[in-house]
Each structure stands twice: as structure tokens, then as C-alpha cells.
């Protein structure tokens, strides 16, 4: 949470990865705080828009570097906004906060984890999945979308993961069916002590039920719009249940993205 | 350069003219700006018992503007005066509680406990009600009941009773009155048709603001008036002094920028310094045909 800057960035590339936008902006100081699940706070529209709210987006990747440091967003366009951000051009200059957020949590012991990603959402499990193996962890990654163009980070994940299992809805990359359906056979399989999703709430809620069917923690990173990225507006709230068993509204942008599975009320939000 | 900004609202000094208004500037702000700097910063609504937002749709984006319905989630007192505010008096930040409550007990109660607590400048009383005795007779149990020294400013709804309220509140011992609360706004999603309903910030709402304080000040120019609707520049917080207000209060604003209300100030000082102005000089101006 602590760490996070307000800069002007510069968008270096802007490129349409299949269904989805890889944007990568020149944005200092953001990097140095970054941990995978971390968020991204981008104004949109440029001085002038009529937009007054922020899209706040995980980041893919951040680079610290001498020259100032990169931060790189994978998104879907699904809203004017986004679709302004979609087609910016290099150089254009965006108003960002960032790193914003919970990250996932690590396991202290090098145990095996099993990390679901569907859609654009998945791009957080990258980094992820490289943070993972430092600390020896056997990382098995599942990339679920509705067809080829919506997987995001299939050939990526094999250099990081130790193993990957693609699934599309229509069968047009890896094998037939839903994430959620192959699951509960992968847990045990691989033995998993985590479960890491990123993704719609609904296959959040699922691989919360199976990791918890399984005996295996999870954490997940909800997505939903989050108007500031700064805590202060409310707008971004999960109803998730306190260590002290009172369900509270956290605030997806601030007291997450990334909450225990377990501890989601998960019927409201994936409804 | 801030140093001439000095502004006085009632029996209250402040170093500048503007705060953030409620709800806008909480301590989530202050690893993006120095919030010390600023005339004050008015916290979310209080009630006195914790209110629990809605589960549902709270927020929608609007051309120029924002619909939010929070409910007016907050706390309640006692954990407010337990955590919220030590975190902000920690940070040293002028602080403006805003309360809200149903009966005149509620307003006693706040008012001694809220406007009694350390680090507590004054307290910005919201008024959803638009009927002008029930709120004088809150008011001025608020006035009563809070500590002296301790601002009380009043906060009041835009709709078609703005001069009848203000007029009714004027004489209720408030320090300033605030204009205003946001009028409601409706969106209709365009896949679902479904509707959500909200109260409408941002710069949309700039010129319903000014001709609040526009017409506040014409009838009442001697009740300092805090403008608050669509300020997002130093050049909107001088419209809005030009109107008739003595201060002003940057809202929606912060969302897009966490640090708006600190450059509303740097900007307003940037444009009154030059001219050898000062912000009480031009309180009003505007009814007087403007700089000549």
C-alpha cells in the first residue's frame, strides 16, 4: 500500500494483443513499489475530457530502470474510456497513480501453488509466477478464456511456470472446457497449498470453493470498476468477512484487489 | 505566496479560502499531497450510529460529471472519534467534521462529542431536508451544544427552497453557509435498462453552484457563503468568489486528482498575487459589474 506515486507518464508502446490492449507507459517511481496484483490508476481522456473518474487496471509488469522505469497494463476495451486509452499514441501524455493496492500474499515455504487466470486478467499471474519460482515454489498455471484471441500470456507462462494448461470455451487454443471444470483434479494433482486467480467474479468464486474443498488457501484479485484508485470514493467495495467474522465493505482498490478467497461473500458480487 | 490567502468565515480563520469538501479529503490522501497546507478538509457525513452503504451500484460516470450513492456510509461517531479522526490529527490537518443526524438529539449529542474532540476546527451540518424550521431548530441546537470556538457551518440542498433555507438558516448562528449538496441524477444502463440513481459532482454542476451563491449573496450579502459544485481550477474557485462566496470547497475533483484542492490554492494565489489582490477582494465582485 505504501509506495504509491502520481506521475505524468508517457506512453512509449500501445499495441493490440488479440482481444486485448498491452499498453506501456515511461512512468518514474511507479516500478520500485510494484508487486504482482498491484494496480495501475490512469486518467483518461486527456486534460480536457469530460471523464472525471480513473480507470484503475493490474499491472502486467513494471521495470525500474535508470532512464525513469516502465510500467506495462493489459486491458480489454470495454467502455469510451478504456477505448480512448486503447488508442492513444505513443507519447501522449496520462496522469497516474500507482502501485495502488493489496498485492497477493507469498508463501514463506517453497510449496506447490496453482494459478487461474481467464481473459486480460491474467496478466498479473506473470509476475506472479516468476516471484513464485524465486522462492522455489512449483507453479502450475491454468489460462481459461472463451476462445484464442482472449487468452492472454500462454507462451509467456511457459517460460516462467512449471507447467500450463490452456482451456478455451470453443476449443480454438489449448483443450475444450472451463477452468473451474478441471480444477479440482489439478489441486490434487499438483498437491497445491495456494490457489492465485485473476479474473470475472465468477470463476473467482469458484476457485475459492475448490481450493477451499481442497484444504488449500486462495487468493483472489477481483475486478470491478474502482473510480479513484485512492480508497477515498467507496465506489470499488467487496462485502468480505474480518478475522473477527463481521462482514465488512473492503474496498476492492485500497484493502484489495487481492482478498483471501474464503473470506469474499462472493453471491452479491459475482450475481 | 499562500500567505496572502487569509480568509475569514465567521468567527474562523483559515490560511485559505479552499478545502476539499466532505467526504474528499481523507488521510487516503496524504501519501499524494500535503493536506496540512489546505483552509481545511471536511470530512464524510457522521451520523451517530454507523450507516452501511448500499451493496449495489454505487457510482456511475456522467458527461463532465459523476453520480455516487454511498448511503452515507460512515462509521458513526464513536468509531469515527475513535479512528478516523486521531489518523487525521495525526497528519495535522484542519479538520471540518460533517454531520448529519435525525432527531434534535442526535444534533446535540454530535455537536458536543464531535465538536469537542482534539483537533476538531468546526462542523459542517448536512441538510437533505429542505424544511427550513426543522433545520433552523437543528442548526441552532448545533450552535448551542458545540463547544465555543468551534465553527458551525451549514450545508444545504440546491433544490427550488435555496433562498427560503438560507434565508431561515442565516439567523441561526452558522459561521458560513455551504452551497451546496448535490442535486440527483439519473443514468439508465443502455444493456440492462437499469436505472441508477445518484448525486450529481463535478464539473457539470459549476454553474448550477455559482447561481446558488450567485443568488445567496444577492439576498444575504452579508452571510459568508462556501461555494462548493465543479471546482477544478483556480480560475473556477475565483468565479465562484466573484459569485459571492467567501470560500470554496474542491469535491469530485480529487478523484481524477488527489491533489486538486492543494493546486486550486497555488493556482488561485498565482492569479490574485499579480493583480495585488487579495481573496476578500473579490468576494462578490461579479454583482458589481466585476474588476473595472
Known sequence: ?271 | MITTLSTTLGDLTLPTPVMTAAGCGGPELGRFVDLTTLGASVTRTITLDPLEGPASRRFAETPSGILTDLGMENPGLQAFLAVDLPELAKQQVRTIVSVAGHRLADYAEIARRAGGAPGVTGLEVCFLDEDPLAAARALSVVRRDAPPGVAVLAKLPMGPGLLDLARELSSCGADALVLGLPLMGLVVDPTTLAAFRGGLAGPATAPLALDAVWRVHELLPDVPLVGVGGIRSGSDALAMLAAGATAVQVGAAVLRDPTAAHRVQLELAALLDPRGLKPADVVGIAHRGGLT
Request: proline share 7%.
Open chain 1, 1 to 271: 500500500m505504501s509506495g504509491a506515486v502520481q506521475v505524468q507518464a508517457d506512453v512509449l508502446t500501445n499495441k493490440k494483443v488479440g482481444a486485448f490492449q498491452h499498453l506501456t507507459l515511461l512512468a518514474p517511481g511507479v516500478a520500485e513499489g510494484f508487486r504482482p496484483g498491484t494496480l495501475l490508476a490512469v486518467t483518461v481522456g486527456g486534460p480536457l475530457s469530460e471523464r472525471q473518474a480513473r480507470r484503475t487496471l493490474p499491472i502486467f509488469r513494471a521495470r525500474a530502470s535508470a532512464y525513469g522505469g516502465t510500467v506495462e497494463v493489459v486491458f480489454e476495451p470495454t467502455e469510451p474510456g478504456e477505448s480512448w486509452l486503447a488508442a492513444v499514441q505513443p507519447s501522449t501524455r496520462l496522469d497516474v497513480l500507482g502501485p495502488l493496492g493489496r498485492p497477493f500474499a507469498l508463501p514463506k515455504e517453497p510449496v506447490p501453488c496453482v494459478l487461474v487466470g481467464y481473459d486480460a486478467a491474467a496478466a498479473p499471474l506473470l509476475a506472479l509466477a516468476e516471484k513464485l519460482r524465486e522462492r522455489r515454489c512449483d507453479v502450475h498455471m491454468l489460462l481459461g478464456a472463451a476462445s484464442e484471441a482472449r487468452v492472454f500470456g500462454a507462451l509467456d507462462a511457459r517460460r516462467s511456470a512449471t507447467s500450463v494448461t490452456v482451456l478455451t470455451d470453443d476449443g480454438s487454443l489449448g483443450s475444450t472446457g472451463s477452468v473451474l471444470t478441471v480444477l479440482p483434479d489439478v489441486l490434487v494433482k499438483r498437491k497445491a497449498a495456494v490457489v492465485y486467480a485473476a479474473g470475472p467474479s465468477k470463476i473467482l468464486h469458484g476457485v475459492a470453493v475448490a481450493a477451499e474443498q481442497h484444504g488449500a488457501w486462495s487468493q483472489t484479485a477481483v475486478s470491478v470498476p474502482m473510480p479513484c484508485g485512492t480508497g477515498l470514493c467507496s465506489a470499488c467495495v467487496v462485502p468480505v468477512t474480518g478475522a473477527d467474522g463481521v462482514v465488512r465493505r473492503a474496498r476492492a482498490c485500497t484493502d484489495g484487489p487481492v482478498f483471501r478467497g474464503d473470506r469474499v461473500c462472493w453471491e452479491p458480487v459475482s450475481a
